[in-house]
Every structure is written in C-alpha cells, then in structure tokens.
C-alpha cells in the first residue's frame, strides 16, 4: 500500500534526495509552530517556507505538521524526528561555524526564559535594565508551559534557561542557586483579625486564597500549609484558587482573604495597593530559587554570558 504523500510507507528515505536546507525549516517550525515565524526567523517568504514543507512532507511520505487552532502542531512522526534533526543540525553548526566569542555589545540574540508570573515580576525589570546598558542587542522572551514540557523545549533549544523553584527536573541539566525564598501571609491594612502580627488561630481561621501558578513547585509550600492544618486538627477554607498573581493585590485589598506568597512579591505587591505583610504563626520551609540549562548548552558562549548575569545580579539576594 502506498502512502497518500507519493512514498511507500515501509521504506526508508534516501538522505541523498532530501537537500538539508529543508531541515532548518523543519527546526524552526518545530520550534516556532508557525510558517510564518518561521519565515521571518530565517529570512525566508512564507512561501518559500510553505514550498520547503512541501517538498518535506512528499520527502518523508508523512504531513509533519497539521494546522490548528493552537499553530502547526507536529506529527508523531515530525516528534520521532525532532531530537536527531535538532542534535544533528547543532553538531553540523558547531563544525563549520568558527567558534566566536560572545560580545554582549555588539549580540543580536534571542533568549527564552521559562518562568512564573512571580519569576516574571522578580526578574525580568531589572534584568532588562541591565541588557539596556550592556546588551542592547538582546531580547527576552518569557515562556510559560508545565516544568515537564519546560524539561523537552529545553533540550532542544526552545527554552534557554529556567529561573525559580524546581524540583522534578532530570538527569541532564545544570542547576545554580541565585537565592533563598521563604513565604509571609499577606492581608490587607485593616484587616479585622490581624493586627501587630499573625496569630495561628487567625491564619487557621481565615478564608485563604490560594496561589498556584504553572511554572515552578509552588506545590511544595502548598503541601506544607496543609500538614500544619492536618496537624492541628482543622480545615483550611479555600476560597478562591489562582494560577496567576495578576490582580492579587486588588482582590486582597478588597477582602479579608489571607494568601501566602514569596517575600518578593510581597514587597512587590504591598507598592501596588494597602497591604501588609506578616511572618507565618509557624517556622516557614526556605526554598532554593536557582536557574537550570540543559547539558547541550552548556559551554555555549552566549549561555554563559546569559547565566552569569543573572547570577551576578540576583546571587546572595536571601
């Protein structure tokens, strides 16, 4: 039986027929789920894009990519295909690319942080007050997705480093503590329970919002909040559960809600509205913020560049 594409599906491909060109367009649009991304990321028409997924998918005998609402979501076989094209094309670049230098100055480049909406506020202002004067040329993009998913853009290059609190991460990735984090209660001016300080029976007794985002084990210091209530006996009431920070400050101001937070984003949000920040009625875990690259880019100079910046602006911040 033959494949609807025009190859026998039983048989290989002959590398000699397929012009390794159309492997960068098959990179890019792994990476970017877009022809047209892709396009303008390689300096091509969207047509001459569109015309390379052509020949790709009469080369493999197999669609690679399928248009959805959600971008050119990858075949299974594009998916088979993607860590020995990524690894292979990464291996020709290092041979016929002269190694160079990283001139923070003079870079054109990109670099994709995987991190929180709380890792966001941290972060990035004065991250991005640094590459004003010292890197011009360099952009960010924040990503948000799942620590598993994170784990995969990684190791193929989509993600370049990820900052906060992680704990699952696997075997082939480099690890670096930036700082220590522990968690206060935040509530707002006023509050009818908590005046000069939090009091374990005000925080059992309080209505909680709960602060869970994507990114990162916030879940940690979730399960510990639940053992002090399992330990005294109690039920915690949530009220309200948030995968994002965004619009906390207002909703804490405006309530008698009690939600634990990192002690940044507490200072950050007490600047935004009428709120106060208390020490918990009980010895708060301290959690390692460090950020994480995987193995492949390890000894890539702009990697380097990259990691030793964040830890020179945000090392020994406990």
């Avoid at 971008?71 to 076989?77: A, E, K, R, V």
């Avoid at 952009?139 to 370049?160: H, L, N, S, Y």
């Avoid at 913020?289 to 020179?312: K, N, P, V, Y």
Wanted: charged share 20%; glycine share 6%.
């Amino acid at each position: 039986m033959r494949h609807r594409f025009g190859m026998d599906a039983r048989q290989g491909m002959n590398l000699r027929s397929l012009d390794l060109n159309l492997l960068l367009v098959f990179e890019s649009l792994l990476r970017t789920r877009s022809t047209t991304v892709a396009a303008e990321e390689l300096n091509l028409t969207q047509s001459a894009v569109s015309n390379a997924l052509k020949r790709l998918r009469l080369a493999f005998g197999d669609p690679l990519f399928v248009k959805t609402p959600q971008g050119m979501l990858p075949t299974d076989l594009a998916l088979q295909l993607a860590q020995p094209v990524t690894d292979g094309l990464s291996l020709i670049r290092g041979a016929v690319e002269a190694p160079q230098d990283f001139v923070p100055a003079n870079a054109q480049r990109t670099f994709r942080l995987y991190l929180s909406d709380i890792g966001q506020l941290i972060f990035i202002p004065k991250l991005m007050a640094t590459l004003a004067k010292e890197a011009p040329g360099v952009r960010i993009v924040t990503v948000d997705t799942t620590p598993r998913e994170a784990q995969t853009a990684m190791a193929m290059g989509d993600i370049d480093l990820a900052l906060g609190l992680f704990t699952r991460f696997s075997s082939g990735f480099h690890q670096q503590r930036l700082f220590r984090e522990h968690y206060v209660a935040l509530v707002r001016d006023g509050h009818p329970a908590v005046q000069e300080s939090l009091s374990a029976e005000a925080f059992f007794s309080a209505a909680h919002a709960v602060y869970r985002p994507t990114a990162g084990n916030h879940d940690v210091f979730e399960t510990a909040v639940e053992q002090w209530f399992a330990h005294a006996g109690r039920q915690r009431h949530v009220a309200l559960r948030m995968a994002h920070s965004m619009g906390l400050s207002a909703l804490i101001a405006a309530s008698d809600l009690v939600v634990c937070v990192p002690t940044r984003l507490g200072r950050a949000l007490q600047a935004a509205a009428e709120l106060r920040t208390f020490a918990l009625p009980f010895e708060s875990p301290v959690f390692d913020i460090s950020q994480l690259w995987h193995e492949r880019f390890h000894a890539d100079a702009g990697h380097r560049w990259l990691r030793s910046t964040m830890f020179r602006l945000f090392h020994g911040e406990d």
